[in-house]
């Protein structure tokens, strides 16, 4: 399987799993890039990524993506994600909630490494 390949696969995999204990090993990770499709500022995610972002020192590019709209939903009339769930897990829009996400992220870190690019 070549690199292009490899990243596909990765990229594409629907239910990831969340537990940070998953990864305690030491050894530091390759990864220039983590795509978050459906995210959410809820805990579980943002320490997921607060752990990608330690232990992978090469990462440049964390692209944060809302939920893909279901075409199926809106033909039945369905509300809109944003207007079924609480505000803690809805995709931050505007700057301003942006900001909080990055800080969230980022913490105490003066210079973070890491280019975030929000994607509705």
């Not at 943002?46 to 993506?65: D, G, H, Q, S």
């Not at 075409?71 to 009339?77: D, K, Q, S, T």
Request: net charge negative.
């Amino acid at each position: 399987m070549d690199d292009e390949e490899r990243r596909q696969n990765f990229s594409e995999r629907i239910n990831p799993s969340w537990k940070v204990d998953e990864f305690a090993t030491h050894k530091e990770w390759l990864l220039k890039e983590l795509r978050v499709i459906g995210f959410a500022p809820m805990e579980q995610q943002l320490t997921f990524i607060r752990t990608v972002m330690k232990r992978a020192p090469n990462l440049r590019t964390l692209v944060l993506k809302d939920y893909p709209s279901c075409e199926h939903c809106e033909a039945i009339g369905a509300l809109p994600r944003s207007e079924r769930l609480p505000k803690e897990h809805v995709y931050p829009k505007g700057k301003d909630e942006q900001d909080v996400v990055v800080m969230q992220l980022t913490g105490e870190i003066a210079n973070p490494h890491v280019q975030m690019i929000f994607v509705d």
